[in-house]
C-alpha cells in the first residue's frame, strides 16, 4: 500500500486546515480489519503538535458535521 493516505474531496470545502490534519492522523490509527480508529483526543493533540485539546474537539465537530 501506498505511504500516502487518500482525503476526500468532501474536506477541502467544509474543514480546516487543521480537521484535515485530524482526519489524516485519525487514518493513522485506523483498524484495517475492523475500521475503527479510537487514538485519545490527548494522542491526537501530542502527535499533531497542538496547543490545546480544544482545537482537537472543534476539528472532530467539522469531521462529524
Not at 29 to 49: D, F, I, M, Q, V
Request: proline share 5%.
Amino acid at each position: 500500500t501506498s505511504p500516502y493516505g487518500r482525503v476526500p474531496l468532501w474536506l477541502n470545502a467544509r474543514v480546516t486546515w487543521t480537521g484535515v490534519r485530524v482526519f489524516v492522523e485519525l487514518q493513522r490509527y485506523r483498524n484495517r480489519k475492523t475500521g475503527r480508529c479510537n487514538p485519545s483526543r490527548e494522542t491526537l493533540r501530542r502527535s499533531l503538535g497542538l496547543r490545546s485539546l480544544r482545537t482537537v474537539d472543534a476539528a472532530l465537530r467539522q469531521l462529524r458535521s
